[in-house]
C-alpha cells in the first residue's frame, strides 16, 4: 500500500512539472526558419542543415534564437509557421501578391501556446511595402496590402484569438524609421511588449551562430526586465 503510495505521489509530481512547462510558437519569417522545424513544412526556408558557407554560418538547429530560448527556459515548441521573405501585409517584393504566405494568412494556425512570438517586419521593410494609413477597425481587403493597416490587423486578431497567450513582438534592427515608428506604436495601441533589437551580427542580411545567440540574449533581458517602452500586455 506504501508502495502505490508513493507511485500515486511521484505520478502526480510529474503531472504538475509537465502542467507547468510552457509551450512556444513562433509567427516568423527567415529569421526564425529551419528545414524540418517549421510548419508547414511547404513553407519557404533559409536555414538547413547542409547550409551553404557562403550564405550562413548557421547549421545546427540549436544555434537558431527560438531554440536556444526555449531550451534555457525549459519550455517546449509548440508551432514554427515561419516562412522566408513574407511580409506581415500582403504586398511583398516587386509589388507581388503575398497574401499566400503573408502574416495575417498564416496568424491563425499557431496552435494552443503559452507565449507567441512574432517576429517580422524586416521584409516589409526591405520589399518597400506600402506604408498606409494607421487604421484600427474596419480592416478592407484593399487596406491590407499596406503594412499599417496590416499591422493593426495582425495584432487585434491574435491578441482576440489567443487571450490568455503572452505575446511579444520582435523587431529587427536596421529598418526603415517609418516601419520601426508604426511597429511601436501600433504595439503600444494592442498593449504587446515590443522587444527591439540591437546590433545584431548578421551575414547576407541573416542572423549569424552570433546573431542568433544575440537575439535569444536580447529577449530575454528584455523578458527580464521590462522598461516603459517594452512593457505591455504579456504578462
Not at 34 to 59: C, M, R, S
Amino acid at each position: 500500500m506504501k508502495h502505490k503510495s508513493i507511485l500515486f505521489a511521484m505520478l502526480l509530481l510529474c503531472l504538475g512539472m509537465q502542467a507547468q512547462t510552457k509551450s512556444v510558437s513562433v509567427l516568423g519569417d527567415s529569421y526564425s526558419t529551419y528545414e524540418g522545424f517549421i510548419t508547414p513544412k511547404t513553407n519557404l526556408t533559409w536555414y538547413h542543415a547542409k547550409t551553404n558557407k557562403g550564405q550562413t554560418d548557421v547549421n545546427d538547429v540549436k544555434q537558431m534564437w527560438w531554440h536556444r530560448l526555449i531550451t534555457a527556459n525549459g519550455w517546449k515548441l509548440c508551432v514554427n509557421n515561419s516562412y522566408s521573405g513574407s511580409t506581415i501585409c500582403n504586398t511583398g517584393y516587386r509589388k507581388e501578391d503575398y497574401s499566400d504566405r503573408s502574416f495575417i494568412t498564416r496568424m491563425d494556425d499557431l496552435g494552443c501556446p503559452d507565449i507567441i512570438f512574432i517576429f517580422g517586419a524586416t521584409n516589409d521593410s526591405w520589399a518597400g511595402s506600402p506604408i498606409g494609413e494607421y487604421c484600427y477597425d474596419a480592416f478592407y481587403d484593399a487596406d491590407l496590402y499596406s503594412f499599417r493597416p496590416a499591422m493593426a490587423l495582425l495584432l487585434s486578431h491574435i491578441t482576440d484569438r489567443y487571450p490568455s497567450t503572452d505575446i511579444y513582438f520582435i523587431l529587427n534592427d536596421g529598418l526603415k524609421d517609418e516601419i520601426n515608428t508604426s511597429v511601436t506604436e501600433i504595439c503600444r495601441h494592442y498593449g504587446v511588449t515590443c522587444i527591439r533589437l540591437e546590433g545584431i551580427s548578421k551575414k547576407s542580411g541573416h542572423p549569424t551562430i552570433k546573431g542568433q545567440a544575440q537575439i535569444a540574449e536580447q529577449i530575454t533581458k528584455a523578458l527580464e526586465t521590462k522598461t516603459p517602452d517594452n512593457a505591455g500586455r504579456s504578462k
